[in-house]
Nanobody, 115 residues
Framework: QVQLVESGGGLVQAGGSLRLSCAAS????????MGWYRQAPGKEREVVAV???????LYADSVKGRFTISRDSAKNTLYLQMNSLKPEDTGVYYC?????????WGQGTQVTVSS
């Protein structure tokens, strides 16, 4: 059974940092593209950052310079380091893993940034 399990969310003050993790089981992340998405209350889910199997990265303009996506294939885990957090970063953060044959999603972890 494939599972993506996010962790590391929580409540933080503006300007603070959090590190999200996404542990995959039942499937290897080594050859797949991985991404972080977020959904704020009343808004659609949006992409935050993406990392390819060879380490190429893309970021939403709103998080460039503040967030860093990374992956550890040996640990089968995806990370998102979030610095200089802003209230508008609040939302549920989801990790995703996809290939030409499938797309998997985690259950999400809540991030709340207070002003």
């Amino acid at each position: 059974q494939v599972q993506l399990v996010e962790s590391g969310g929580g409540l933080v003050q503006a300007g603070g940092s959090l590190r999200l993790s996404c542990a995959a089981s039942g499937v290897s992340i080594r050859l797949d593209t991985m991404g972080w998405y977020r959904q704020a209350p009343g808004k659609e889910r949006e992409v935050v950052a993406v990392i390819s199997s060879i380490g190429a990265t893309l970021y939403a303009d709103s998080v460039k310079g503040r967030f860093t996506i990374s992956r550890d294939s040996a640990k089968n885990t995806l990370y998102l380091q979030m610095n200089s957090l802003k209230p508008e970063d609040t939302g549920v953060y989801y990790c995703s893993q996809w290939s030409t044959a499938y797309t998997y999603w985690g259950q999400g972890t809540q991030v709340t940034v207070s002003s």
